[in-house]
C-alpha cells in the first residue's frame, strides 16, 4: 500500500516548476557549447545642489537622468572554457552640463560600443593553468586595487589585457599585463589611456581569513607627469596586503595597506595608504550592525623637497567607499567613518554613514573624484578640516532581476572649505535607481 506522504512527494514532483520569462535565453544548445544572454539596464535620477560630479560649490541646483543598457553574450565550451561579449550604450539627460565640459571621456555618456569581449579557459588540459585574453574588467582587493567603478554612468576601468591564472587547491595567483581602454563619448572606444599596467594578485586558500598579496607597476610614457623638481614619465610601484572577515555573523574587519615607490617626473615617490575597518552583526532577525572605518592616503608634506608624497589611489572604485556624494578620492585623505545598518526583511536594507574628512596633510590638495585637484592652499594656513558627510541609504531587492535603490546624502563644508573659497554652502544629494539585469 502507498502512503499518503509518498503520493504527497510524487505530486509535488511532477508539479511544474515556474520558469523565469527569460529562461528561453539561458543554456541555448548551440555547436558544441551553450549560450547565455543577458540584459541589464538601469536608469538613476540624481537631485544635486551645489555640486556636480565635476565640482563642488557651483551655487546651483541641477538634475540628471542617467541611463545605461547593457547587452551580453556568454558562451561556454565546457565547465573551464567561455567566451563573453558584453556591449554598452550609456546616456544622460536634464543635466545642465554639456559633453564639452567633461573633456575627452565622460563619466555619463558612451554611446554604444564594446565593453567586454574575452576568451578566458581555467585549468588548462585539467592543470592549475589558465588565461584570460581580450576586453574585461577587474576586480581585486575590496575594491581598492583594481575596480570597474561601477556606480558611474559608463563605468571608469575598462582594460585592454593578458592575465594568467595559477589555481591549485593551496593558492591562487593572477598575474596580467594592461592597457587602460579610454571611453570616448561619439567614437569607438580604440585608444589607451598613455601607461602600461602589470601586477600580481596572489591569495593562499586555506587560511580561516582572506589574506591577499599584490604588486602592482604602473608606466606612463606621456612625459606628462609634472613633478616639483620637473616633467618627465612616471613609473610607480604599488606593493601591499589586504585581509578581511566580511560581514555577516558576530565581528567582521578588514584590513589594506599599500605602499607606492619610483619617479613621477623628476621627483622620488614615497606614499602610502591604509584601510582599516570593523564591525559587528547582532543576532536578532532584523540583523542590525554597527561599524567603524578609517581610510588613509598619504599627502605631500612638502611642495618643494622634490618627494612626490601624495598616494595615487592605484586603480580601485573612486566612489562610494569615500562616501556616496563622491567628494573626496582615495589621495591626501583622512576619513574617519561611523555606520550603521538593518535589514527590516531579507529583500530590504537600510544603511546610515558619517564621515569626517581631513586632508593628510594641509600643503597639499583636496581631490575631487576623478583624483584631480579641487582646491588648494600651498601655504597651509586653511588647515586640514574638510567637512563631513551624511548618507541615508535603502536597498529594496524586489525580485530575483529588480533591485531599488534610493538615496539622500548632505555634506557639511568644514574649515579648509571656508578659508579657500566664497562658496561655502553645505551640498545636498537625492537619488532614485532602479536595476533589471538577468
Known amino acids: 500500500m502507498t502512503c499518503l ?4 512527494c510524487v505530486a509535488q514532483a511532477a508539479k511544474p516548476v515556474d520558469q523565469p520569462w527569460y529562461s528561453p535565453l539561458k543554456d541555448i544548445e548551440a555547436g558544441p557549447g551553450k549560450l547565455d544572454l543577458g540584459l541589464n539596464v538601469r536608469a538613476r535620477y540624481e537631485y544635486l545642489d551645489n555640486f556636480n560630479i565635476l565640482h563642488y560649490g557651483t551655487g546651483t541646483e541641477d538634475d540628471v537622468l542617467l541611463f545605461r543598457t547593457r547587452l551580453s553574450a556568454d558562451y561556454k565550451f565546457t565547465e573551464q572554457a567561455h567566451t563573453f561579449v558584453e556591449f554598452q550604450d550609456a546616456r544622460y539627460w536634464l543635466s545642465d552640463l554639456a559633453l564639452s565640459d567633461f573633456g575627452r571621456s565622460c563619466t555619463y555618456f558612451d554611446e554604444f560600443d564594446l565593453r567586454q569581449a ?3 579557459w581555467r585549468h588548462i588540459g585539467e592543470s592549475p593553468f589558465g588565461v584570460k585574453l581580450g576586453r574585461q574588467i577587474m576586480l581585486y582587493g575590496d575594491r581598492r586595487v583594481f575596480a570597474p567603478a561601477e556606480w558611474g554612468n559608463v563605468g571608469n576601468y575598462w582594460w585592454d589585457a593578458a592575465k594568467l591564472y ?8 593572477d598575474a596580467f599585463y594592461a592597457q587602460r581602454v579610454l571611453s570616448e563619448p561619439e567614437d569607438w572606444n580604440f585608444d589607451h589611456w598613455p601607461y602600461h599596467v602589470g601586477a600580481v594578485y596572489a591569495r593562499p586558500k586555506q587560511l580561516p581569513v582572506t589574506l591577499d598579496a599584490f604588486y602592482v607597476i604602473k608606466h606612463d610614457w606621456s612625459g ?3 613633478g616639483e623638481n620637473g616633467t618627465g614619465d612616471e613609473t610607480r610601484h604599488t606593493f601591499g596586503l589586504f585581509s578581511e572577515r566580511p560581514a555577516g555573523t558576530g565581528w567582521d574587519y578588514g584590513f589594506f595597506a599599500a605602499g607606492q615607490l619610483g619617479e613621477y617626473g623628476r621627483d622620488d615617490i614615497r606614499a602610502f595608504g591604509v584601510i582599516a575597518r570593523g564591525g559587528y552583526t547582532f543576532k536578532p532577525a532584523w540583523k542590525p550592525r554597527v561599524g567603524v572605518e578609517f581610510n588613509y592616503a598619504s599627502g605631500d608634506r612638502d611642495p618643494h623637497d622634490g618627494v612626490a608624497g601624495t598616494f595615487d589611489g592605484i586603480f580601485g572604485a573612486m566612489d562610494i567607499p569615500y ?15 561611523v555606520n550603521f545598518s538593518v535589514q ?3 529583500s530590504l536594507k537600510l544603511g546610515v554613514d558619517y564621515h569626517y574628512f581631513r586632508l593628510a596633510q594641509a600643503r597639499d590638495a583636496w581631490y575631487w573624484v576623478n583624483g584631480k585637484p579641487e582646491r588648494r592652499d600651498p601655504t597651509g594656513r586653511a588647515g586640514q578640516d574638510l567637512g563631513h558627510e551624511l548618507d541615508v541609504i535603502l536597498r529594496w531587492q524586489v525580485s530575483k532581476e529588480l533591485e531599488l535603490l534610493a538615496g539622500y546624502a548632505r555634506f557639511f563644508p568644514g574649515n579648509y572649505v571656508r578659508e579657500t573659497a566664497e562658496n561655502d554652502r553645505d551640498a545636498h544629494w537625492a537619488f532614485l535607481q532602479l536595476t533589471s539585469n538577468f
Open 5 to 8: 506522504a509518498c503520493l504527497g
Open 118 to 120: 574575452y576568451l578566458e
Open 166 to 173: 595559477y589555481d591549485t587547491d593551496a593558492v591562487q595567483v
Open 224 to 226: 606628462s607627469a609634472k
Open 323 to 337: 562616501g556616496w556624494m563622491n567628494v573626496v578620492s582615495w589621495k591626501n585623505l583622512e576619513d574617519y567613518v
Open 344 to 346: 527590516p526583511a531579507k
